[in-house]
DNA sequence: GAACTGCCAACTGTCGACAGTTAACAACAT
DNA sequence: ATGTTGTTAACTGTCGACAGTTGGCAGTTC
């Protein structure tokens, strides 16, 4: 998908490890053995050392010293402070595009959308990459490459968090009219009621991330 | 200030080149040769790499593949789009503060606004670090701490950006004003106006750097 | 039986050295 | 004189090895 055009042993580690962690094939709380993935990776450990320095100042991996880096698990606490921040880059992104928004960037949006609920309907699934693909959708049309940079780091936590967590069709339904109003909000060029859109729609996928990893914790537990 | 009790190489390296940096000792555009630093550090190239990708990965250096670090040079595009990100995740913590502030946080930002008041009557001049103080002491009211860490990144870059810049009396005076706005609409539990107030400081601030920084460039030349 | 102490293995932190790349300089041809 | 090409020096990227620390285990003592 993504261009894995990286010249460096530690760029191409970056996006290996990153890939390793996301998926969930290095679970949440495991450790991180240098010697071992370096193995792994066909590299040394300087390159790797690298990479995860480097994951751990995304916040997808957590250093201790003289004790290695793990994949972070995250407490509802956690959960809500990531999803403040969250809300603040991305309601000032909806304000942002609903100011800067073009015909096009409209056009892009409401055929998301319109991919999304063909897809969900067809498969009675909401697939998470075309929910990731609107709100990229939506970045581009506010035109700040800070906050959109910011914003795809927080996502990765948020993909993180999201690993073994159950679907759950209405919640995917009402992010999908949350999808379309949003649209609508941008289209029409109305700042604040895109940002109020965007913060209801959060605060929903904020709670029932909390139920879910709640649940899974009374599961695991 | 900061107690830097770090215990590896690498993390006292970051302290170390952050303020190199930051001072403006190793100023905009110079480059960082890593075994002359390392010499100067006194340590090896392996910690101070993994400092200077930490840094990197903060903003305070960019990273060209084979030709090193560099201390960025910033345009006036670079720092509006870095006013939006601090207005993003600023006045959503004015917001928070507002709700969530307890009646000593009100006590202490009015404290760091009588201080700055009075050390600018007394010198004529509003000092930065009483400016960071301030906005430290909202983001202390609002209570999430992921706002806070990015903010404090953000206000990095900016410190960056001020290195050799003049004073301007007229603008630290409507600062001064800005802050004691602020500090009422917090006090007064209004999430609205406070994020008003601060969206307006904000813009204030980045106007009067990008004057700054054009006219430092016009001199320059 | 429980708690303390000393040892040991594993791992991280650090270092010095080698290989590959880049950029600048010089020599040459046009 | 200018453009091109070969050469060289400097620097980054990478590696393997050594030292220091941490946590666990066994042995001992109360």
Do not use: W
Not at 110 to 136: I, K, N, T, W
Not at 171 to 195: F, G, I, M
Not at 209 to 219: F, H, I, K, S, Y
């Amino acid at each position: 998908m993504t261009p894995p055009l990286h010249l460096s042993l530690a760029g191409q580690a970056v996006d290996v490890l990153r890939e390793l962690v996301l998926t969930g094939e290095i679970p949440s709380g495991a450790r991180v053995n240098e010697v071992e993935v370096a193995a792994r990776l066909g590299i040394s450990r300087g390159p790797l050392r690298e990479a995860i320095r480097h994951l751990a100042s995304e916040g997808v991996l957590v250093l201790v010293p003289h004790r290695g880096a793990h994949v972070p698990t995250a407490t509802a606490a956690d959960v809500r402070a990531l999803f403040e921040l969250r809300a603040a880059l991305e309601c000032a992104a909806a304000e942002l595009a609903a100011t800067r928004r073009t015909e096009a960037d409209v056009a892009r949006l409401r055929a998301v959308c319109a991919e999304s609920r063909r897809s969900y309907q067809a498969g009675e699934r909401f697939p998470y990459q075309l929910d990731l693909a609107f709100h990229q959708a939506l970045l581009d049309a506010a035109r700040s490459p800070r906050i959109a940079e910011q914003v795809r780091l927080v996502q990765q936590r948020v993909v993180l968090l999201r690993s073994g967590l159950r679907d759950d069709p209405p919640h995917q339904r009402a992010s999908l009219d949350d999808h379309d109003a949003l649209v609508a909000a941008v289209a029409a060029a109305d700042p604040a009621r895109a940002s109020e859109v965007m913060r209801k729609h959060l605060a929903r996928v904020c709670s029932q991330m909390l139920t879910g990893l709640l649940g899974a914790e009374a599961d695991a537990g």
